[in-house]
């Protein structure tokens, strides 16, 4: 899991619940490629609804995301769709950095749920880059995980907190 995250993180770490029931995976082709050499050996209760859920894949290079279960490769431009399919169910991004960013600056993305483990590795890539805005959350949980700790962090869009004032 690129040397960030030991072994032992399997299950529902993220709390996802009900969202792999009726939301959707985004996940960037790096990531897919990794998980999709995992999960689909996997057979415990967690992995079944990882196999599950509809996967969307974006990518410029791949043709065919055949290897996953419920993969299908994201038509069109990213921001777009996403724009488009939150209206319609909840979309979740494992992994896949670069997705998010993009998400992050056409203020798309409603809440953080950060896995935090107590290892300092003193190099590799970040979530938050150096130069990123500054983004307003709201911690609205924190429960050790494993050996991490999920922190649930919430936000608002401004686009949203515009419309709600």
């Known amino acids: 899991m690129g040397g960030w995250a030991?072994?032992?993180?399997?299950?529902?770490?993220?709390?996802?619940?009900?969202?792999?029931?009726?939301?959707?995976?985004?996940?960037?082709?790096?990531?897919w490629d990794?998980?999709?050499?995992v999960w689909p050996q996997r057979h415990d209760d967690f992995s079944k609804r990882m196999n599950a859920v509809p996967k969307l894949v974006a990518s410029r290079s791949l043709y065919e995301v055949d290897g996953?279960?419920?993969?299908?490769?994201?038509?069109?431009?990213?921001v777009q769709e996403v724009t488009r399919r939150k209206q319609e169910q909840d979309l979740v991004v494992m992994g896949s950095a670069s997705v998010v960013r993009t998400l992050m600056e056409r203020d798309l993305v409603d809440e953080y749920r950060l896995l935090v483990f107590p290892r300092v590795l003193g190099e590799?890539?970040?979530?938050?880059?150096q130069g990123t805005a500054p983004i307003d959350l709201r911690l609205a949980s924190a429960e050790p995980a494993g050996a991490a700790l999920l922190l649930v962090d919430s936000r608002q869009p401004a686009a949203r907190a515009q419309l709600s004032a």
């Open 124 to 129: 590799g890539g970040r979530l938050f880059e």
């Open 68 to 78: 996953w279960s419920n993969s299908s490769l994201l038509q069109g431009d990213l």
């Open 34 to 37: 990794r998980f999709s050499r």
């Open 6 to 31: 030991p072994a032992s993180v399997a299950g529902d770490r993220f709390k996802l619940g009900s969202v792999l029931e009726s939301g959707a995976l985004l996940l960037g082709r790096k990531t």
